[in-house]
């Protein structure tokens, strides 16, 4: 089992930066990829991003050059640096987690909101 508490999500001005983070604790030695996903109102939930224990990145196209993703792997924990925000990045954003043995687990979500 693997445990997620993700933190830093809020609202924030067309424009600006927040920076997402997530812990990971319990069965740490399982994790193969890290990263994030977000759903907003009546949307499928997305990719954002991912990042394997090797450091390979992986962005949807509406974050590149936007987002940048993170892994201290002493830490066990992934940061997600959004700026340049847009009202369309408005959404709940979870944290991802992937097992070498291909089992996903979720955190609880955190609120992003871009608004004026």
């Known amino acids: 089992q693997v445990q997620l508490v993700e933190s830093g999500g809020g609202l924030v001005q067309p424009g600006g930066s927040l920076r997402l983070s997530c812990a990971a604790s319990g069965s740490i030695f399982s994790i193969y990829a890290m990263g994030w996903y977000r759903q907003a109102p009546g949307k499928q939930r997305e990719l954002v991003a991912t990042?394997?224990?090797?450091?390979?990145?992986n962005y949807a196209d509406s974050v590149k050059g936007r987002f940048t993703i993170s892994r201290d792997n002493a830490k066990n924990t992934v940061y997600l640096q959004m700026n340049s925000l847009k009202p369309e990045d408005t959404a709940v954003y979870y944290c991802n987690v992937v097992t070498v043995s291909g089992r996903h687990y979720w955190g609880q979500g955190t609120q992003v909101t871009v608004s004026s």
């Open positions: 990042i394997t224990s090797g450091g390979s990145t």
